[in-house]
Structure formats: C-alpha cells, structure tokens
Nanobody, 125 residues
Framework: QVQLVESGGGLVQAGGSLRLSCVIV????????MGWFRQAPGKSREFVAA????????SYADSVKGRFTISRDNAKNTVYLQMNILKPEDTAVYYC??????????????????WGQGTQVTVSS
C-alpha cells in the first residue's frame, strides 16, 4: 500500500513563501516520478511541477516558472515544492502525486498512480 502525505500548506500574504512537503510511504521512492498538482474551487486539477527519480529533470507549468521549485530527497522519501512570490491566484488545494512507471515527468493527471490527500494553500491580497 502506497501512501503520500502532504504538509506545509497554510495562509500567507501575497509576495510571501511556503514550502510544501510530501512523504511517500510503502514503496521505493527513488524510481518514481513525483508531481505536484493544484485545484482551485470550481476548477479542474492542474499540473504545477514534476521531477524525475534522479532529481535532474524537472518540469513546470508556465504560471509558476521562476517562482516555484520542485526538489526531492530520496534518502528521506520526500519531495518538496518551494513556492516564492505567491499570488492570490495560487490559492488552491495542492496535491502530491506519484508515477510508479514514468520516465518523463507527465503534466497529465492520468499519468499518476497515487495521490495524497491535499493541503490547502491560501494567498491573501
């Protein structure tokens, strides 16, 4: 049984920063592609960032490039999302996702096998 547990969400003012963490339990983490997605009220779940097992290859949505950084620590089975210069439009529930068979980080929700429960990020103006 694979479990993904996110933490680090909260309320922050525009221009501020937050770091999300996601711990994966139950499988070998280092081979998985890991991704972050978000879902705002009334909207579809959208891709934010993804990272390959080695940590070398990353991918970002255009809306967060230059502000967000995805990274991973395979020794701790943890993936991070550092979010800087936050904007009110970044407000959403953020989800961690794992792709057990992926090689290229996918931007598609359907490309991931496992999901966390989500953590709320609220950015006030």
């Amino acid at each position: 049984q694979v479990q993904l547990v996110e933490s680090g969400g909260g309320l922050v003012q525009a221009g501020g920063s937050l770091r999300l963490s996601c711990v994966i339990v139950g499988r070998t983490f280092s081979t998985y592609v890991m991704g972050w997605f978000r879902q705002a009220p009334g909207k579809s779940r959208e891709f934010v960032a993804a990272i390959r097992g080695s940590g070398v290859t990353t991918s970002y949505a255009d809306s967060v490039k230059g502000r967000f950084t995805i990274s991973r620590d395979n020794a701790k089975n943890t993936v991070y999302l550092q979010m800087n210069i936050l904007k009110p439009e970044d407000t959403a529930v953020y989800y961690c996702a794992a792709d057990s068979s992926g090689i290229i980080p996918s931007k598609d929700v359907a490309g991931y096998d496992y999901w966390g429960q989500g953590t709320q990020v609220t950015v006030s103006s």
